[in-house]
Antibody, heavy 113, light 112 residues
Framework: QVQLKESGPGLVQPSQTLSLTCTVS????????VHWVRQHSGKSLEWMGR???????SYNSAFTSRLSISRDTSKSQVFLKMNSLQTEDTGTYYC???????WGQGVMVTVSS | DVVMTQTPVSLSVAIGQPASISCKSS???????????LNWLLQRPGQSPKRLIY???KLDSGIPDRFSGSGSETDFTLKISRVEADDLGVYYC?????????FGAGTKLELK
């Protein structure tokens, strides 16, 4: 069955780089795109960017200068890297499939020294 | 960016009673294909969001027909005909027609 699972460090220091991995199963990254979505605690959802099935990427302009999304199709993994982290980047990060029909469990990230 | 405005912010409903949530977009969500990419999601407490409805009114697999979606252009509604305990959580509308994808602020459904 279709599954997505985020992984990464729970704690990142301010000004450092966040690296998250979304590992998928039950579908191919060359057939379906994968989104990254962020949720501040108790707040709404914010679309960050997308890895398209052809390997292209799209980014929310709110993150463009510091966000990078890549993938390893052989490992069925999509990666998120975001630099210059600030406390405002604290939240839960989700990956979701193409039309948001499947979501990962999310990974909580705290930015703090 | 397209702004998605949801009302009400919160809703207290008794079991067995109906519920209705509105979502209004700042631009028409009709895409160049003629399709309207408006989804409804439910985030239960402590869980990740789950899609309930896509393309305005199509129910995802396993979603009971107590749920229904309607609307067009900029005005959309999610209705629950008879609320059950399992329905509590925060409901979000999400548009996928215009770049970037944007979400409503959420409507919290509580049981009365």
């Amino acid at each position: 069955q279709v599954q997505l699972k985020e992984s990464g460090p729970g704690l990142v220091q301010p000004s450092q780089t966040l690296s998250l991995t979304c590992t998928v199963s039950g579908f191919s990254l060359t057939s379906y795109s994968v989104h990254w979505v962020r949720q501040h605690s108790g707040k709404s959802l914010e679309w960050m960017g997308r890895m398209w099935s052809d390997g292209d990427t799209s980014y929310n302009s709110a993150f463009t200068s510091r966000l990078s999304i890549s993938r390893d199709t052989s490992k069925s993994q999509v990666f998120l890297k975001m630099n210059s982290l600030q406390t405002e980047d604290t939240g839960t990060y989700y990956c979701a499939r193409k039309n948001f029909d499947y979501w990962g469990q999310g990974v909580m990230v705290t930015v703090s020294s | 960016d397209v702004v998605m405005t949801q009302t009400p912010v919160s809703l207290s409903v008794a079991i067995g009673q109906p519920a209705s949530i509105s979502c209004k977009s700042s631009q028409s969500l009709v895409g160049t294909s003629g399709k309207t990419y408006l989804n409804w999601l439910l985030q239960r407490p402590g869980q990740s969001p789950k899609r309930l409805i896509y393309l305005v009114s199509k129910l995802d697999s396993g979603i009971p027909d107590r749920f229904s979606g309607s609307g067009s252009e900029t005005d959309f509604t999610l209705k629950i005909s008879r609320v059950e305990a399992d329905d509590l959580g925060v409901y979000y509308c999400l548009q996928g027609t215009h770049f970037p994808n944007t979400f409503g602020a959420g409507t919290k459904l509580e049981l009365k």
